[in-house]
């Protein structure tokens, strides 16, 4: 359904309760509502709605429009819902609004629009306001002069920013809510830390003070923090908060929270802690809290030092009985300090163990790599030395002729002869008839005993005498047939 006949209405000045939602409605007519005296609920959430049809419905009290393509919203819109309670323009398009004149409205939502600043907030005049929603807009910081339109909203108790970009927060800027605001849930942005510098206190003497941002809500009882950045609690975070009952810091980076950090915050019931990066807390941190009034406490998921000084936090957990609900594991804060050095102790051997176990690996490799290099090399040098010890060997003594002449290695049928010659790689070798230096300084050679050996002017002469016939006389023939 895209639109709707005006006179479809005409005849319902009883009418109550009106639901037009989940239409694609995107023109209403001025004159839509103007019988419906008596509407006191009407819901037009996700149509596509961009106009305004309200002038006549001075008994409505609760209007929704979220969900729809509202980019803007006139001024004097709602000016005539004199009874509004409730108005719910979330999930929109809005950019800037001004409302005015509202005098019942109680619960406002705003959240999921474009909102950068929540100066192009106009709220006049909201005397009942109670709870405003500006969750999941796109604001960045809140300045000290931000909130002045909700000086008149002095029935403000609750207020939501969750899931915007807000990384700075200025030192006075809740400071015309502080005294009825009870409820403040900033969840899911980037603040850093509860400090800001005080550059705008008149007094001279507190110019760059750092204080605490939340130190002027003196009637706040529920403080959420959780999905931030805040990196640690130190001491005056928390002043003035005096009536803080309930403080969620789950999820954040805090690795140091200081031992007067609670001091003031003596109502507390419920502290959640659980998820950071806590390892220690110094003994006595939680001595200013009321055991007694404490509900739910939970420091689970953190990184928890497993020492004996740290034992105390497991005794207090059991102290204060079923407030303790932890939503994740506690590790070693359950167990006693006679125990804890022990699993610590064998954890730490185990760690050792295993180094070693990684170092012995490595140091068989290593002794394996070099074994094989070391044969390597070894094996290399006996092939070089091979090669050195062939080359400069005793140069041939011999050169033979071609072997049909002359058989120099005998049958067994033929008495072998023993010569022996000077050591050449020797030179103190002489030629010596002694067989033991025979034996060291010469090389001993074998032939048949048909062959003589010469020696001359430093050559060897072997020969091998023939015998033959010439004009009838017998003669001794000498064949050489190596020299050298």
Not at 7 to 17: D, E, P, R, V
Not at 56 to 78: K, V, Y
Not at 79 to 106: A, C, F, M, V, W
């Amino acid at each position: 359904m895209k639109s709707i006949d005006e006179k479809i209405f005409l005849n319902l000045a009883s009418l109550k309760y009106l639901d037009l939602s989940g239409n694609k409605l995107s023109q209403l007519k001025d004159s839509l509502f103007s019988k419906l005296v008596n509407l006191e609920t009407l819901l037009l959430d996700n149509n596509q709605i961009n106009s305004n049809v309200f002038k006549n419905l001075q008994n409505l009290e609760s209007l929704n429009l979220q969900n729809n393509f509202i980019e803007s919203i006139d001024d004097e819109a709602f000016s005539y819902l004199l009874s509004l309670k409730h108005l719910d323009i979330s999930n929109n398009r809005i950019g800037k609004l001004k409302i005015t004149h509202l005098p019942q409205l109680e619960i406002l939502f705003l959240s999921n629009n474009l909102f950068e600043q929540i100066e192009d907030i106009n709220l006049q005049n909201l005397s009942n306001l109670n709870t405003l929603h500006l969750e999941n807009n796109k604001i960045f910081k809140i300045s000290n002069e931000d909130f002045k339109f909700l000086k008149k909203s002095q029935k403000l108790y609750s207020l939501i920013l969750d899931g915007n970009n807000i990384s700075w927060i200025d030192c006075f800027a809740f400071e015309p809510i502080k005294l009825s605001l009870t409820v403040l849930s900033l969840q899911k942005n980037k603040i850093a830390s509860f400090s800001c510098s005080s550059t705008n206190d008149p007094s001279p003497s507190n110019i760059y003070l750092d204080r605490s941002v939340f130190e002027l809500l003196t009637s706040l009882k529920k403080l959420f923090l959780s999905y931030n950045l805040i990196n640690s609690i130190n001491e005056g975070d928390l002043n003035g908060l005096l009536s803080l009952q309930e403080l969620n810091l789950d999820h954040n980076k805090i690795i140091k929270i200081s031992s007067k950090s609670f001091e003031e915050v003596k109502n507390l019931k419920k502290l959640f802690l659980n998820n950071n990066l806590l390892y220690y807390l110094p003994k006595g941190v939680f001595d200013n809290l009321n055991i007694s009034n404490l509900i739910a406490v939970d420091i689970s998921e953190n990184k928890w030092e497993c020492i004996c000084e740290q034992e105390w936090i497991g005794s207090w957990l059991s102290s204060i009985g079923q407030a303790n609900t932890p939503s994740g594991t506690l590790g070693c804060l359950i167990g006693k300090c006679e125990n804890i050095p022990q699993q610590q102790d064998n954890k730490n051997n185990l760690e050792i163990i295993k180094k070693e176990e990684e170092n012995n690996n490595l140091i068989y490799w290593i002794r394996l790599i070099a074994c094989i290099l070391a044969i390597s090399a070894i094996f290399f040098l006996i092939i070089a030395g091979y090669v050195y010890v062939q080359e400069n060997r005793l140069i041939p003594l011999l050169q033979f002729s071609s072997s049909d002449t002359v058989q120099l290695i005998p049958s067994s049928k033929n008495k072998t002869t023993i010569f022996s010659f000077p050591n050449p790689l020797n030179k103190n070798s002489k030629f010596n008839n002694n067989e033991e230096e025979k034996e060291e300084n010469n090389f001993n050679y074998y032939f048949p005993p048909s062959l003589s050996i010469q020696a001359k002017a430093g050559k060897v002469v072997i020969a091998k005498e023939e015998e033959g016939n010439k004009e009838g006389k017998k003669e001794k023939k000498v064949v050489r047939f190596c020299e050298k």
